[in-house]
């Protein structure tokens, strides 16, 4: 059964590090997002992708953040300058166009930012 | 979107059936309800989705009355492998907001 990858695992950085993210979706999905989980609290939502452009962001993903799909597989996140609060859990998600409710998740990858 | 509530937490034995209630006044006539399993460290993962009455796939049950503002994930003879945080969602994303709105769920501790 296909799944969907992220890398990597976990990811340590300095404070006002730049990190990225990397997700590899399922193959035949269209629609992509992102979302983190602070440990302990609830899954929310980031940035959804569509097309080659965001179709949606929440609060949370202000100008540091940033997303690209450069290959056509890879689906990416991107934080400039990294703060001790970005620290999460940060998960990938794809459907289909036909399957809105039901949401493919990666495995997550964990940022640590000291 | 509509608001839900479900119980913080639940306790259960092996072997057990789980019935987790999820309210949800406020559903809208084209909202779906779609159950999420989380285990930890790990990103969810879809269970099931319902509009009305019952639906039923190899993991749980889905029953939603008629009036739909409510609806129970039923867990048949649930095993350790179980414990994880069950998230109802409400809402039809397709032609609403796209992305999945999260709370915060419901922590099932299968018990042996």
């Known amino acids: 059964e296909p799944e969907v990858t992220q890398t990597p695992s976990h990811q340590v950085t300095q404070m006002g590090q730049e990190v990225i993210l990397r997700c590899v979706p399922i193959s035949n999905h269209l629609y992509f997002y992102w979302y983190r989980q602070i440990l302990g609290q609830k899954v929310e939502f980031l940035v959804s992708f569509y097309n080659n452009e965001i179709s949606e962001k929440s609060e949370i993903f202000d100008d540091q953040f940033s997303v690209e799909r450069p290959d056509g597989s890879n689906f990416t996140l991107k934080i400039r300058s990294t703060k001790l609060e970005d620290s999460a859990m940060y998960f990938c998600?794809?459907?289909?166009?036909?399957?809105?409710?039901?949401?493919?998740f990666g495995p997550g990858t964990r940022l640590t930012v000291l | 979107l509509a608001k839900t509530t479900q119980p913080i937490s639940m306790d259960s034995y092996e072997g057990q059936e789980v019935n987790i209630t999820c309210s949800h006044n406020n559903i809208a006539t084209n909202d779906y309800i779609t159950w999420y399993q989380q285990f930890p460290s790990q990103g969810p993962r879809f269970i099931i989705q319902?509009?009305?009455t019952k639906v039923t796939n190899e993991v749980a049950s889905l029953f939603i009355p008629a009036d739909r503002k409510s609806s129970t994930l039923s867990l048949p003879r649930v095993s350790l492998s179980d414990t994880a945080v069950y998230y109802c969602l409400v809402g039809n994303f397709d032609t609403g907001r796209r992305a999945l709105t999260f709370g915060s769920g419901t922590r099932l501790q299968v018990q042996p």
């Open positions: 998600a794809g459907r289909t166009s036909g399957g809105a409710n039901e949401q493919f």
């Open positions: 319902g509009y009305k």
